[in-house]
């Protein structure tokens, strides 16, 4: 029989939606740990901090909403929300500022409409990769891109694989066994196939049969530079192809700790999707290594081969927003052999696009030294990260393979890739 | 995976029972919300700096003092033996993780952020204590347009005791006059001999020890400091600026990091929103996500009002967040005075028994359920100056407590 271990006072939010989000900038005591622990504040005197960005001016806001430029140089890494004692919902709060500035303001210029449309560039992109990936690697040609679409010339951008991981699903073959839906976002689908590849075969070792039921972008992107009309159009499109997954009581799996937030969360709090269909994907997507450490670790134990390879493991901004813990770690500690270091790092500083823009991209190097020295003291052989972005910046940055951990599972398992 | 114990909030006392537990051999999730407040705690170890009956009056040997304090106190509930081994596990653990704490079994007066003496138990190796500077000349070094360290005010309060000072400017080797930022830039410095060099002709002549503000690094703290005292040829002292302090944060960014690299796991932003027991006392805790957890163990170290792991009602009751457990309060928050007021808010808190173990409304005292630091009832940190010093021994002692009740029942 099961009891109660004591009463309950319900003093949290437990879902949040735009409304309760604003409505948390009352709990700020000014106390001044979110700026302390900001990393864009610490690098640049152009940033107020999250303090005084969020809900300080959240007050002036509620009154008249114009012009400002400070909630622009946020790089939504939610670091502020995390340390927060007081529950404000900072990073939210900066986030609808944002989107409320490019509606009602200067817009949304060219370049970050582009980089908000991945799954378009890589469909483009993707018809001619090798020339794509040629014409990206000459600087000319980056420096006009960065005097026509802002986007600077040394960011981080990644190769175009074109369809590849569709095409391989199409062909690949997999057992009998429980479905799972995976949700591969437009990154596994462009530009990731490797990351796509290796759960689908991690599943189909551990017995799932998996089912791809879409290849949308969840617009992260568009939802965090203001484009919330368009992102709104989108992810109803998004949630009606991935509802029925949700009504057979299937797991959505994501190997991208971004898209998988956004669908759990920021539907609600930036978009105002509270509907049932929203709340039954929600519930219903899961991050991958959560999945995995939640069902899989006997089972894991007792097939992972040694590896005697020295790991950096960055945990990447969003997985602050799932409050999860991080189960990465937890996951690779089950490899035998492997030296784990963690990140010392908050953040890698491209913040999603954030870095790619021209005007952010010094910050979001300033940010990204302080990960890249310790990459430099530990000399890893590889490193592991959950979110693509990141791991596209810090290879970029430091030249040594970045990978997803359900990747180096494969590896300890011993299995190879097409 | 298997979990023997969960621990709500990431007070200092929760780390202290979580470093313990883990070092005992147990596995460990720690749900957190928001930082602890060791980023308040700039001034060292306080474990008993005024008699709780006067806030005037200085005590000097703060464990002699524990006999005479109200049953109820926590450090009573412990015990005086008990808290001892607390302290003497703290010196050891602390000197292995972070820097020696001298501790002598009496309080010294620490300058704190507005230059007044305060009775500190445990003070860091280059905090500046009256001991060290008495009778010298001192030079403090100020930074221009920084906002957190009032130079004047300290020259002052140091005045009025008696001690010679003046005061020198020195350049911040970041744009952003921040604690974590100008913390962080000292790291981050290249050329620290350099630095120093610079700023050596500006100190005043016959300077006997310099008081920099306690921003002189994160990590590289030490170094910073032993190149200070090469380069400028006396002793360099720190003393804690306004929040948020730093000294607190790399105490925290101690035990934290001993803690990641040895397999516990932090939950952060996770919260308890349901909780039940569960077959064989087991406790079954579901974070606001929906997930599901179930330990042998929980300690409750969520902090008292200000880091939301007590919450006061419109009524001017207080009530324990995470939990519901039932709590002692002398008045309610509307009392005559504000004093009364302020004395009825820290001393506010969960009941507990000896143990540490808080009382079920329903039916008895919990077995596997313990309470530490600001959570607790019947102390005042405030007025008695003891915050880090109940954090210590709670924690501690919850651990101690939970290790009993793990081995009795691992051994069935």
Same mark, same amino acid.
């Given at each position: 029989?099961?009891?109660?271990?004591?009463?309950?006072?319900? %003093?949290?939010?437990?879902?949040?939606?735009?409304?309760?989000?604003?409505?948390?900038?009352?709990?700020?005591?000014? =106390?001044?740990?979110?700026?302390?622990?900001?990393?864009?504040?610490?690098?640049?005197?152009?940033?107020?901090?999250?303090?005084?960005?969020?809900?300080?001016?959240?007050?002036?806001?509620?009154?008249?909403?114009?012009?400002?430029?400070?909630?622009?140089?946020?790089?939504?890494?939610?670091?502020?929300?995390?340390?927060?004692?007081?529950?404000?919902?900072?990073?939210?709060?900066? *986030?609808?500022?944002?989107?409320?500035?490019?509606?009602?303001?200067?817009?949304?210029?060219?370049?970050?409409?582009?980089?908000?449309?991945?799954?378009?560039?890589?469909?483009?992109?993707?018809?001619?990769?090798?020339?794509?990936?040629?014409?990206?690697?000459?600087?000319?040609?980056?420096?006009?891109?960065?005097?026509?679409?802002?986007?600077?010339?040394?960011?981080?951008?990644?190769?175009?694989?074109?369809?590849?991981?569709?095409?391989?699903?199409?062909?690949?073959?997999?057992?009998?066994?429980?479905?799972?839906?995976?949700?591969?976002?437009?990154?596994?689908? /462009?530009?990731?196939?490797?990351?796509?590849? *290796?759960?689908?075969?991690? %599943?189909?070792?551990?017995?799932?049969?998996?089912?791809?039921?879409?290849?949308?972008?969840?617009?992260?992107?568009?939802?965090?530079?203001?484009?919330?009309?368009?992102?709104?159009?989108?992810?109803?499109?998004?949630?009606?192809?991935?509802?029925?997954?949700?009504?057979?009581?299937?797991?959505?799996?994501?190997?991208?700790?971004?898209?998988?937030?956004?669908?759990?969360?920021?539907?609600?709090?930036? %978009?105002?999707?509270?509907?049932?269909?929203?709340?039954?994907?929600? /519930?219903?997507?899961?991050?991958?290594?959560?999945?995995?450490?939640?069902?899989?670790?006997?089972?894991?134990?007792?097939?992972?081969?040694?590896?005697?390879?020295?790991?950096?493991?960055?945990?990447? =901004?969003?997985?602050?927003?799932?409050?999860?813990?991080?189960?990465?770690?937890?996951?690779?500690?089950?490899?035998?052999?492997?030296?784990?270091?963690?990140?010392? *790092?908050?953040?890698?500083?491209?913040?999603?696009?954030?870095?790619?823009?021209?005007? /952010?991209?010094?910050?979001?190097?300033?940010?990204?030294?302080?990960?890249?020295?310790?990459?430099?003291?530990?000399?890893?052989?590889?490193?592991?990260?959950?979110?693509?972005?990141?791991?596209?910046?810090?290879? *970029?940055?430091?030249?040594?393979?970045?990978?997803?951990?359900?990747?180096?599972?494969?590896?300890?398992?011993?299995?190879?890739?097409? | 995976?298997?979990?023997?114990?969960?621990?709500?909030?990431?007070?200092?006392?929760?780390?202290?029972?979580?470093?313990?537990?883990?070092?005992?051999?147990?596995?460990?999730?720690?749900?957190?919300?928001?930082?602890?407040?060791?980023?308040?705690?700039?001034?060292?170890?306080?474990?008993?700096?005024?008699?709780?009956?006067?806030?005037?009056?200085?005590?000097?040997?703060?464990?002699?003092?524990?006999?005479?304090?109200?049953?109820?106190?926590?450090?009573?509930?412990?015990?005086?033996?008990?808290?001892?081994?607390?302290?003497?596990?703290?010196?050891?653990?602390?000197?292995?993780?972070?820097?020696?704490?001298?501790?002598?079994?009496?309080?010294?007066?620490?300058?704190? @952020?507005?230059?007044?003496?305060?009775?500190?138990?445990?003070?860091?190796?280059?905090?500046?204590?009256?001991?060290?500077?008495?009778?010298?000349?001192?030079?403090?070094?100020?930074?221009?347009?920084?906002?957190?360290?009032? @130079?004047?005010?300290? @020259?002052?309060?140091?005045?009025?005791?008696?001690?010679?000072?003046?005061?020198?400017?020195?350049?911040?080797? #970041?744009?952003?006059?921040?604690?974590?930022?100008?913390?962080?830039?000292?790291?981050?410095?290249?050329?620290?001999?350099?630095?120093?060099?610079?700023?050596?002709?500006?100190?005043?002549?016959?300077?006997?020890?310099?008081?920099?503000?306690?921003? $002189?690094? $994160?990590?590289?703290?030490?170094? &910073?400091?032993?190149?200070?005292?090469?380069?400028?040829?006396?002793?360099?002292?720190?003393?804690?600026?306004?929040?948020?302090?730093?000294?607190?944060?790399?105490?925290?960014?101690?035990?934290?990091?001993?803690?990641?690299?040895?397999?516990?796991?932090?939950?952060?932003?996770?919260?308890?929103?349901?909780?039940?027991?569960?077959?064989?006392?087991?406790?079954?805790?579901?974070?606001?996500?929906?997930?599901?957890?179930?330990?042998? &163990?929980?300690? &409750?170290? #969520?902090?008292? &009002?200000? $880091?939301?792991?007590?919450?006061?009602? #419109?009524?001017?009751?207080?009530?324990?967040?995470?939990?519901?457990?039932?709590?002692?309060?002398?008045?309610?928050?509307?009392?005559?005075?504000?004093?009364?007021?302020?004395?009825?808010?820290?001393?506010?808190?969960?009941?507990?028994?000896?143990?540490?173990?808080?009382?079920?409304?329903?039916?008895?005292?919990?077995?596997?359920?313990?309470?530490?630091?600001?959570?607790?009832?019947?102390?005042?940190?405030? $007025?008695?100056?003891?915050?880090?010093?109940?954090?210590?021994?709670?924690?501690?002692?919850?651990?101690?407590?939970?290790?009993?009740?793990?081995?009795?029942?691992?051994?069935?």
């Amino acid at each position: 029989m099961e009891q109660q271990v004591g009463t309950v006072f319900e %003093l949290r939010e437990t879902e949040r939606d735009r409304r309760t989000v604003l409505r948390s900038m009352d709990q700020c005591t000014k =106390c001044g740990i979110c700026h302390a622990h900001c990393p864009v504040a610490a690098v640049t005197g152009e940033f107020p901090g999250p303090m005084y960005s969020g809900p300080q001016a959240q007050r002036f806001r509620v009154i008249k909403s114009g012009f400002e430029i400070s909630p622009m140089l946020c790089s939504g890494c939610g670091v502020c929300t995390s340390v927060c004692p007081n529950n404000v919902a900072i990073s939210d709060i900066i *986030a609808l500022a944002k989107s409320e500035i490019m509606e009602k303001g200067r817009g949304v210029r060219l370049g970050q409409r582009l980089l908000n449309r991945p799954e378009l560039i890589g469909r483009l992109c993707g018809i001619f990769p090798r020339l794509t990936n040629n014409l990206l690697g000459i600087p000319v040609i980056r420096s006009i891109i960065e005097w026509l679409l802002d986007i600077h010339r040394e960011a981080p951008l990644p190769k175009v694989h074109g369809r590849q991981f569709k095409r391989w699903f199409i062909r690949h073959t997999q057992p009998e066994g429980p479905v799972v839906s995976y949700f591969t976002g437009c990154a596994i689908d /462009n530009y990731d196939p490797d990351v796509g590849i *290796a759960m689908v075969r991690l %599943l189909n070792h551990l017995g799932y049969r998996v089912d791809v039921p879409t290849d949308l972008c969840c617009s992260l992107p568009m939802l965090s530079s203001g484009e919330t009309t368009p992102a709104r159009a989108r992810a109803r499109v998004l949630i009606d192809a991935l509802h029925s997954s949700a009504l057979e009581g299937r797991k959505i799996l994501s190997t991208s700790t971004s898209c998988s937030l956004t669908l759990r969360s920021k539907y609600a709090t930036c %978009l105002d999707m509270t509907d049932v269909g929203c709340r039954d994907v929600a /519930n219903a997507v899961v991050d991958a290594c959560e999945f995995l450490l939640d069902r899989h670790v006997r089972q894991l134990c007792e097939s992972l081969k040694p590896l005697p390879l020295r790991v950096l493991y960055h945990a990447p =901004c969003q997985l602050r927003g799932h409050r999860m813990g991080t189960p990465a770690v937890e996951l690779l500690r089950l490899i035998p052999g492997i030296e784990l270091e963690l990140s010392q *790092a908050d953040c890698c500083g491209i913040g999603g696009t954030y870095g790619y823009h021209k005007n /952010n991209y010094d910050i979001a190097m300033s940010i990204g030294k302080m990960l890249v020295d310790q990459v430099r003291r530990f000399k890893p052989d590889v490193i592991v990260c959950d979110s693509e972005t990141c791991r596209w910046n810090i290879a *970029a940055r430091t030249s040594i393979e970045s990978i997803h951990p359900v990747q180096l599972l494969m590896r300890a398992l011993g299995k190879k890739f097409d | 995976m298997k979990t023997d114990a969960i621990i709500i909030g990431s007070e200092f006392d929760g780390l202290i029972a979580a470093t313990r537990l883990d070092e005992c051999g147990y596995s460990i999730r720690m749900f957190s919300n928001g930082v602890g407040s060791l980023h308040y705690a700039p001034e060292g170890i306080h474990v008993l700096g005024y008699t709780s009956s006067c806030s005037e009056q200085i005590v000097t040997a703060p464990l002699a003092e524990i006999p005479h304090l109200d049953k109820s106190h926590p450090y009573q509930k412990i015990g005086v033996q008990q808290v001892k081994n607390a302290f003497n596990w703290y010196e050891n653990i602390i000197g292995e993780i972070h820097q020696r704490v001298a501790i002598n079994g009496s309080n010294k007066l620490a300058v704190s @952020a507005a230059g007044l003496c305060i009775p500190v138990y445990g003070t860091f190796n280059h905090q500046a204590t009256m001991e060290k500077i008495s009778g010298k000349t001192v030079a403090i070094a100020r930074l221009r347009d920084y906002r957190n360290f009032p @130079a004047d005010l300290i @020259a002052v309060g140091l005045g009025n005791s008696g001690i010679n000072n003046s005061i020198f400017d020195i350049g911040a080797p #970041s744009k952003i006059l921040e604690n974590t930022v100008i913390a962080k830039a000292f790291d981050a410095l290249d050329e620290l001999d350099g630095y120093f060099s610079a700023i050596k002709e500006s100190v005043p002549t016959q300077t006997e020890v310099i008081l920099f503000p306690a921003i $002189m690094g $994160m990590s590289r703290n030490r170094e &910073v400091l032993a190149t200070a005292e090469r380069v400028l040829e006396v002793p360099c002292l720190e003393v804690p600026t306004l929040p948020p302090s730093v000294p607190g944060m790399r105490l925290e960014h101690a035990f934290t990091h001993r803690l990641q690299n040895s397999r516990t796991a932090f939950h952060i932003g996770a919260w308890p929103s349901q909780r039940w027991l569960a077959e064989g006392n087991r406790i079954v805790i579901c974070d606001d996500m929906g997930r599901r957890f179930e330990v042998s &163990v929980v300690i &409750v170290s #969520s902090g008292g &009002v200000l $880091m939301g792991g007590l919450d006061v009602d #419109s009524y001017g009751w207080v009530h324990e967040t995470a939990f519901g457990f039932h709590t002692f309060q002398s008045e309610p928050l509307r009392a005559a005075t504000v004093e009364q007021s302020l004395n009825a808010l820290h001393t506010a808190g969960v009941e507990t028994d000896n143990a540490l173990r808080p009382q079920r409304k329903e039916s008895g005292t919990c077995r596997n359920v313990f309470v530490t630091g600001r959570t607790l009832a019947h102390w005042n940190p405030a $007025m008695e100056s003891s915050a880090e010093g109940v954090s210590i021994a709670t924690g501690w002692a919850a651990a101690e407590n939970a290790r009993g009740y793990l081995e009795t029942i691992n051994n069935g």
